[in-house]
């Protein structure tokens, strides 16, 4: 998790990260913009996605 060490981390369910992996918008209750690092239950890093108006957007997803 190099890559993203500065980056502020996201911690998602399952559920929301299948979600992510389809390219679907996912909700977050953090009101703050900009780029994150998303992480499964398992702590790897499973996308990058874009915080805006209340939603993650995937922007880069990794394969399993």
Request: no cysteine; net charge negative.
């Amino acid at each position: 998790i190099e890559a993203v060490a500065g980056m502020e981390r996201v911690h998602m369910s399952a559920e929301e990260v299948k979600h992510l992996r389809q390219g679907q918008w996912v909700p977050t209750v953090d009101a703050n913009q900009g780029d994150v690092a998303i992480l499964d239950d398992a702590e790897e890093l499973v996308a990058i996605a874009v915080r805006k108006e209340g939603k993650l957007r995937p922007a880069v997803v990794l394969s399993r």
